[in-house]
């Protein structure tokens, strides 16, 4: 990402991650309360978008819900299920260009057969690669 | 949320979540590279904010960087460290309403010795009440 300046520089804009925030409603509510489904969902969507699985924990809620955790070596995919009111809160955050978190995002809102979904992708890390500089 | 329409009823916005991105700058580069201290870290953010904790994944990246999240019965507190930058991104999702998700914001930036840090609330799950009806 570039960015001229009044001075005739530029800034050039470098992010270390990419998160998608899904907001998936009108889900199908069975496979929203299935931890197992659900898992095998968010690692099927982990793996389309390239990202390499390191380990995963989902949860399943009394009497309804799941949460659920897929961390990748790119970073994680989350998701918290509501299957009372048919929907799903899914997050994707990945690092690298490699992983594409748009790619999981369509495997996700397909698999759980959302009729709507709102999204959007917040850059995670912006620095300005002048400032970017090794610490450690 | 109450929000006056034209017609004189009203819209009651419900949010099923809440969701905390911090960004986190000029950390302590040491305690970024330490998994079991990033661990413990989030593990005291979690139960000072009021979460339940059901379950943590924590993992060190070669040659340095700590993934890890913490799920809670609330949803998920989750960080990816670059230590080499000094920085963290944390993500603290937290649902109900007795887990404030700004009182683990405090503890992560106070033990990361952020010296910059920027952050946001994202509601997640908004629902306008009346449409809000369990379907299972």
């Known amino acids: 990402m570039k960015k001229k300046q009044w001075w005739g520089g530029e800034i050039r804009l470098k992010a270390l991650g990419r998160h998608v925030l899904l907001e998936l409603h009108e889900c199908d509510c069975d496979i929203l309360r299935d931890p ?49 009111y048919g929907y799903a809160a899914v997050d994707l955050f990945t690092c690298g260009e490699d992983v594409d978190p748009w790619v999981a995002h369509q495997c996700v809102a397909k698999e759980l057969k959302a009729r709507k979904k709102t999204s959007l992708e917040m850059k995670r890390g912006l620095f300005d690669l002048p400032v970017l500089k090794h610490k450690v």
């Open 36 to 84: 197992v489904r659900i898992e095998q969902i968010m690692k099927e969507s982990a793996e389309a978008a390239g990202a390499t699985i390191v380990q995963s924990v989902f949860h399943q809620f009394s009497p309804f819900g799941v949460s659920g955790v897929v961390v990748i070596a790119e970073s994680h995919l989350a998701i918290h299920t509501w299957p009372e």
